[in-house]
């Protein structure tokens, strides 16, 4: 019988068309801090997703954007050795390791490296390695609808762990521990994953979860959206600004965080301060309600877009004026 596609899946793979395919990868939602005894943890290693082929050993590395990367790290060529396998599709990441951590600013000299001979004096001084932490296609057959478990024990057998490639350990319930370990050494956080699970291709699922430690700034309420459902009479979400090189910089809306008694607080002085024009420059929010910068705010957040917005965004606290 036919296995039945995962709900969000896509797209839909079968069969050995996907050693030549451009697959993107399965990503993961934000999440705190948690225990679980459903769920093993690893490190979020601070790299460039990668997912690695290996077909009758030619080797092929794709980054998240789908991209060929092969060239860029030729010291990786041998890879095809260290996997005791046909043909294989891997997940994981490329790091580049200074005094074992890996680093950011390192790997970014790598991806940016373009001139051939560049790409080849760098692969000598800064060498990539890549850590193996998911199994998606091994010896003719697609695995990546198994569960987690049986995926983990069927990488594990097939990869010999070099210099150049590494298999990302795992702990099992004791998330809260694991992280606080982790963020103490200096790595950027941890992944948390369902055991159970399948590997959800191009999709993102709560059966991964990032967890990050979470940052915070002061910011200055510039507007809200109306409410809905059961917050009709108050309102949706804030719309903040922080400061940036002497002005105020859009932050985005912060939707998450209010209890009832902020909400019943906060909804009055906001209308009392509506004013026509937005405080910042050039927001555009469909049906905003601007406010006059009078108020201010505590937002924690996961990190910062290239925009600068906040991603996953949570109201803390009001501040004094």
């Known amino acids: 019988m036919k296995q039945p596609r995962p709900p969000g899946e896509k797209p839909a793979f079968t069969g050995p068309e996907m050693l030549t395919a451009r697959i ?26 990668c997912l690695l082929f ?27 050795g260290d996997l005791q396998a046909t ?14 951590r890996p680093s950011f600013p390192l790997l970014q000299q790598r991806e940016q490296a373009a001139d051939p001979l560049k790409i080849s004096l760098l692969a000598r001084r800064l060498p990539a390695t890549y850590i193996a932490f998911d199994l998606l296609f091994l010896n003719d057959r697609p695995r990546h609808l198994l569960p987690l ?25 004791h998330g809260r521990a694991f992280f606080a370990e982790a963020v103490a050494q200096g790595f950027e956080g941890v992944m948390a994953k369902a055991l159970g699970s399948p590997y959800l291709i191009g999709t993102r699922s ?24 059961g917050r009709e009479e108050s309102f949706g979400a804030l719309l903040v600004a922080g400061p940036e090189g002497g002005r105020l910089v859009y932050r985005g809306r912060v939707g998450s965080g209010f209890d009832e008694a902020t909400l019943g607080e906060l909804t009055p002085r906001l209308r009392a301060l509506e004013t026509e024009t937005p405080p910042v420059a050039g927001v555009r929010v469909k049906g905003a309600r601007w406010v006059r910068p009078q108020l201010r705010a505590l937002v924690s957040y996961q990190e910062k877009t290239a925009r600068g917005h906040f991603r996953a965004p949570v109201f803390v ?5």
């Not at 077909?55 to 990786?76: K, S, V």
């Not at 043909?87 to 074992?100: F, P, Q, S, W, Y």
């Not at 709560?206 to 459902?229: A, D, N």
């Not at 606290?317 to 004026?321: G, V």
């Open 149 to 173: 478990e049986e995926r983990r024990a069927l990488l594990e057998g097939c990869l010999r762990e070099s210099p150049r490639l590494v298999l990302s350990r795992a702990v099992y319930e």
């Open 87 to 100: 043909n294989a599709i891997l997940d994981g990441e490329l790091v580049v390791l200074a005094d074992g």
């Open 317 to 321: 606290r009001l501040l004094p004026a």
């Open 206 to 229: 709560r059966f991964w979860l990032k967890i990050k430690p979470r940052l915070t700034e002061e910011c200055v309420i510039i507007g809200y959206t109306p409410g809905k459902g």
């Open 24 to 49: 993107p990868p399965m990503l993961a939602y934000f999440a705190p801090p948690f225990d679980s005894p459903r769920h093993l943890f690893e490190i979020k290693w601070d790299g460039t997703r």
């Open 54 to 80: 290996l077909d009758q050993g030619r080797l092929r590395l794709q980054n998240r954007r789908l991209e060929d990367i092969t060239h860029r790290y030729p010291e990786l060529a041998g890879l095809a």
